[in-house]
C-alpha cells in the first residue's frame, strides 16, 4: 500500500517568505508527527496530532511555525517569515493509534531558505 | 529531560563482518527504545523497538537489539553486514516524563560498508 508521502520534495525561498509544507499520511492512521531534521542530526520533533486535534506542539520552535489537519488526515506544516536557520529536512510520520505503533516516515521536504 | 547518546559518529566494516553500533539512554523510567535506519533519498525505517519483556529484541534484515538496564544502553548488533546495510542508523527513545508523544533521536551513526 502507499505509504507516507510528503509535497514538495524540495522547496527552495527567500528569507522572509511564507512556506507551506504538505503531508499525506498511511489511511486510516490517525496519529501525524512532524519532525525537523537538520544537517549531521537526528530527527527533531515539532508537532503530534491525534485525528484532528494537535496533542502536543511543545517542539514548535516559535510562532512563525503552525501545522494543520483539519479533516484528520492530509497535514500541513506553514512557515512565516522563513529565516536562514530554518533551513532543514522536514518530515512526517504517521503511526496507526499512538507513538507506541510503528512511526512510518516519508521521505521529506527539503527546505532551502537562502 | 531525556536523552540518546550516539558515541559513534561514522563507523566503517568490511562485507561479512560483525556490526555493533551503540545507544545510550538518559531515563527516569523504563523507557522505550527504537532503531530507524535512514537511507540515502529513503525515509526513517524502523528496525526494531522495545518496550517490555525480553531484553533481546529481533528486527528486520537480520538485526537484534539488547536492552541493558544496568548500562542504559540499547546496543544494535548484526552478525554479518551486508553492503546493503550502508546508511544512517538512529536510536530514539520515548516518551519523555510529561507524558509527551514524541520521540528523542540521537545524532545518528553512519554505516559504511567496504567489499
Known amino acids: 500500500g502507499a505509504g507516507v508521502s510528503q509535497t514538495p520534495s524540495n522547496k527552495v525561498t527567500e528569507k522572509g517568505k511564507y512556506v507551506e509544507l504538505r503531508c499525506d499520511p498511511i489511511?486510516?492512521?490517525?496519529?501525524l508527527y512532524w519532525y525537523r531534521q537538520s544537517l549531521g542530526q537526528g530527527p527533531e520533533f515539532l508537532i503530534y496530532?491525534?485525528?484532528?486535534?494537535?496533542?502536543?506542539d511543545s517542539g514548535l520552535p516559535n510562532d512563525r511555525f503552525f501545522a494543520v489537519r483539519p479533516e484528520g488526515s492530509v497535514s500541513t506544516l506553514k512557515i512565516q517569515r522563513t529565516e536562514r536557520g530554518d533551513s532543514a529536512v522536514y518530515l512526517c510520520?504517521?503511526?496507526?493509534?499512538?507513538?507506541?505503533?510503528?512511526?512510518?516516515f516519508g521521505p521529506g521536504t527539503r527546505l532551502t531558505v537562502l | 529531560a531525556q536523552s540518546v547518546t550516539q558515541p559513534d559518529i561514522h563507523i566503517t566494516v568490511s562485507e561479512g563482518a560483525s556490526l555493533e553500533l551503540r545507544c545510550n539512554y538518559s531515563?527516569?523510567?523504563?523507557?522505550?527504545l527504537f532503531w530507524y535506519v535512514q537511507s540515502p533519498g529513503q525515509g526513517l525505517q524502523l528496525l526494531l523497538k522495545?518496550?517490555?519483556?525480553?531484553?533481546l529484541v529481533q528486527g528486520i534484515k537480520g538485526f537484534e537489539a539488547e536492552f541493558k538496564r544496568s548500562q542504559s544502553s540499547f546496543n544494535l548488533r548484526k552478525p554479518s553486514v551486508h553492503w546493503s546495510d550502508a546508511a544512517e542508523y538512529f536510536c530514539?527513545?520515548?516518551?519523555?516524563?510529561?507524558?509527551?508523544?514524541?520521540?528523542?533521536f540521537g545524532t545518528g551513526t553512519r554505516l559504511t560498508v567496504i567489499p
Open positions: 522495545y518496550f517490555s519483556g525480553d531484553t
Open positions: 496530532f491525534q485525528g484532528t486535534g494537535a496533542a502536543d
Open positions: 510520520a504517521s503511526s496507526l493509534l499512538g507513538y507506541t505503533d510503528t512511526q512510518y
Open positions: 489511511s486510516g492512521h490517525t496519529a
Open positions: 531515563y527516569g523510567a523504563t523507557p522505550y
Open positions: 530514539a527513545v520515548g516518551p519523555d516524563q510529561t507524558g509527551a508523544n514524541n520521540l528523542f
